[in-house]
């Protein structure tokens, strides 16, 4: 069974740089056929897709936050990362890391992890 | 970015009632749609994919179709668990895109 978990901070200040990871267990990163996702959800909203990141390193970001975002991922480590620059109270929301089955959609989340950001 | 209007926003409804939830792509997707269900404070679950294929342990209650570009989500029988929101996402072309949801409440 796979699983994913996010981890880092809880509160961010504006204008610095919200970074999150996401441990996969359960399966591999390196495996490939998979593209290991970030999405958000503003307090009370809907869900925002945020970017991926397959195995080869090779990326999509949204074009709406593509000026700041910026993924990768440590095979070694079993984990992808997310980092959001020059944050802003509208970046404050729950941040989902997910792996997304190309076509057969998101299949596995992580728990979730709310992200404030305030100073 | 493709567009996912979904309709409608919210619907009340009794235990053992037929919900059909509809979200309209901008352009068309194919098959390539997918169905999550929400409950608060919890993850969205993958209900359905590819349109009408129905993800591993997931109740035969629920079905999806696909008409042109028009997708619909049906509950065949509501049960207590099955009020949540509900939210269609177009697979077909990045950036993924998501529907706004559908809260589907106790009538």
């Known amino acids: 069974q796979v699983q994913l978990q996010e981890s880092g901070p809880g509160l961010v200040k504006p204008s610095q740089t919200l970074s999150l990871s996401c441990t996969v267990s359960?399966?591999?990163?390196?495996?490939?056929?998979?593209?290991w996702s970030w999405i958000r959800q503003h307090p009370g909203k809907g869900l925002e897709w945020i970017g991926y990141?397959?195995?080869?390193?090779?990326?999509y970001y949204n074009p709406s936050l593509k000026s700041r975002v910026t993924i990768s991922v440590d095979t070694s480590e079993n984990q992808f990362s997310l980092k959001l620059s020059s944050v802003t109270a509208a970046d404050t929301a729950v941040y989902y890391c997910?792996?997304?089955?190309?076509?057969?959609?998101?299949?596995?989340w992580g728990q979730g992890t709310l992200v404030t950001v305030s100073s | 970015d493709i567009q996912m209007t979904q309709s409608p926003s919210s619907v009340s409804a009794s235990v053992g009632d037929r919900v059909t939830i509809t979200c309209r792509a901008s352009?068309?997707?194919?098959?390539?749609l997918a169905w999550y269900q929400q409950k608060p404070g919890k993850v969205p679950k993958l209900l359905i994919y590819?349109?009408?294929s129905l993800h591993s342990g997931v109740p035969s209650r629920f079905s999806g179709r696909k008409s042109g570009t028009d997708f619909t989500l049906t509950i065949s029988s509501l049960q207590p668990e099955d009020f949540a929101t509900y939210y269609c996402?177009?697979?077909?072309?990045?950036?993924?895109?998501f529907g706004g949801g559908t809260k589907v409440e106790i009538k």
């Open positions: 996402q177009q697979a077909n072309t990045f950036p993924l895109t």
């Open positions: 997910a792996r997304d089955v190309q076509r057969g959609g998101l299949d596995y």
């Open positions: 352009q068309d997707i194919g098959s390539w």
């Open positions: 359960g399966g591999s990163i390196s495996s490939g056929g998979y593209y």
């Open positions: 990141i397959y195995n080869s390193g090779s990326t």
């Open positions: 590819a349109a009408a």
